[in-house]
């Protein structure tokens, strides 16, 4: 069981240098995302998407993790066993940081899985490629990472996480994306202490028995050594 669960969002790693996913005007990184961010794209132009993947995975890659990725891996490394990351960012900044046990809601950049035969594995050339399947042969790679329409990874676990704890955190996110969104109620009515630590307040912040705002890279170190 964790004691202490945190979720996190692109603002984390927008302090790395990640830029965030801005549904809101219908683009991410100057494409549409219904071009690059759904089956329906991948199906339409394969080379576009793998492209675009390949570039975002450069750009992780690149990135280091922030004072906010530190802290809660420091966190961990205090209270083994007793805290979990869930995660909608698609980078590896929280295991580069040192924390043990993520869960990757929508996937990984660094990953990829086989549309053939579903075998998921470590991506370490260019997707653009089409390089084969180590399990079957098929070119039928694709990013590991899910697309609107998509189910997300191990919801399941990710509910019996969050329903267990006794600190829920939500960190750099907006809180408008589900199923993560609906998270921070599960805790509360499992009687968890919800807090939103964010660069801005939720439009609804009822569930939250406290609200930190500022930086991540400000506000996480301070708040996670209290513990």
């Given at each position: 069981?964790?004691?202490?669960?945190?979720?996190?969002?692109?603002?984390?790693?927008?302090?790395?240098?990640?830029?965030?996913?801005?549904?809101?005007?219908?683009?991410?990184?100057?494409?549409?995302?219904?071009?690059?961010?759904?089956?329906?794209?991948?199906?339409?132009?394969?080379?576009?998407?793998?492209?675009?993947?390949?570039?975002?995975?450069?750009?992780?890659r690149?990135?280091?993790?922030?004072a906010?990725?530190?802290?809660?891996?420091?966190?961990?490394?205090?209270?083994p066993?007793?805290?979990?990351?869930?995660?909608?960012?698609?980078?590896?900044?929280?295991?580069r940081?040192?924390?043990?046990?993520?869960?990757?809601?929508?996937?990984?950049?660094?990953?990829?899985?086989?549309?053939?035969?579903?075998?998921?594995?470590?991506?370490?050339g260019e997707?653009?490629?089409?390089p084969?399947?180590?399990?079957?042969?098929?070119?039928?790679?694709?990013?590991?990472?899910?697309?609107?329409?998509?189910a997300?990874?191990?919801?399941?676990?990710?509910?019996d996480?969050?329903?267990?704890?006794?600190?829920?955190?939500?960190?750099?996110?907006?809180?408008?994306?589900?199923?993560a969104?609906?998270?921070v109620?599960?805790?509360?009515?499992?009687?968890?202490?919800?807090v939103l630590?964010?660069?801005?307040?939720?439009?609804?912040?009822?569930?939250?028995?406290?609200?930190?705002?500022?930086?991540?890279?400000?506000?996480?170190?301070?708040?996670?050594?209290?513990?």
């Amino acid at each position: 069981m964790a004691r202490i669960v945190v979720l996190t969002g692109a603002g984390i790693s927008a302090e790395s240098g990640i830029r965030t996913f801005r549904a809101t005007d219908g683009l991410w990184e100057d494409h549409r995302i219904e071009d690059v961010a759904t089956p329906e794209g991948f199906a339409a132009d394969r080379a576009r998407v793998q492209a675009f993947y390949d570039q975002r995975r450069r750009v992780a890659r690149a990135a280091r993790p922030n004072a906010a990725h530190r802290a809660l891996a420091e966190l961990e490394a205090r209270h083994p066993g007793e805290v979990a990351v869930i995660t909608q960012n698609i980078d590896d900044l929280h295991e580069r940081a040192g924390s043990q046990r993520v869960l990757h809601i929508h996937g990984r950049l660094d990953r990829a899985r086989c549309e053939r035969c579903g075998t998921r594995m470590p991506v370490t050339g260019e997707l653009a490629d089409e390089p084969p399947c180590p399990a079957c042969g098929a070119r039928s790679l694709r990013p590991d990472v899910v697309w609107f329409g998509e189910a997300v990874y191990g919801l399941e676990e990710i509910f019996d996480v969050v329903s267990l704890c006794e600190e829920f955190w939500v960190v750099g996110t907006s809180g408008a994306v589900t199923p993560a969104a609906s998270l921070v109620a599960v805790a509360a009515e499992a009687g968890a202490r919800t807090v939103l630590l964010n660069l801005d307040a939720h439009d609804d912040t009822r569930l939250f028995d406290e609200v930190v705002l500022g930086p991540a890279t400000e506000t996480v170190p301070v708040w996670a050594a209290r513990f």
